[in-house]
């Protein structure tokens, strides 16, 4: 079990857009489950629905995505790496998360290849499915630069 500092110590988000409070479990190179205690606090219910607060849909995967990357970061020799989020597969909503929620999320590690990763996400609220989807991910070191490269493509317009 992991608290919210030792998740600190993991992922590079911060408030407001740390969105996992603790891991519950975590079997390396294999599954995690974690959870985030959702309150009117939030600042995306300010504007996401005045009246009819619902956490929006991007960030309910951003918090699966966020238990996915403590997984794919516990592998030995990950520890101190970035997961960049590289894609989202067969993602369904399927009931939506309120203020009072607390939202559970079960990754399982689907394959490894280099530095890619790709997981089976699984965010339930009272037993429920909240959210379901593939995600992707690129390991990468913490620090280097993205490489800027020409595109080759002239500008014509004077």
Known sequence: M???EQIRDVLPHRYPFLLVDRILELIPEKSARGYKNVTINEEFFEGHFPGHAVMPG???CEAMAQ???VLL???TGNQGKLAYFGGMDKV????PVLPGDTLITDVELIATKSNIGKVRAIARVDGEVACEGEFMFALVERGKKRKST???VENTKE
């Open 150 to 152: 020409d595109s080759g």
């Open 67 to 69: 238990v996915a990357g």
């Open 58 to 60: 991007v960030l309910v």
């Open 73 to 75: 970061l516990s592998k």
């Open 2 to 4: 992991l608290d919210v």
């Open 92 to 95: 369904r909503f399927r009931k």
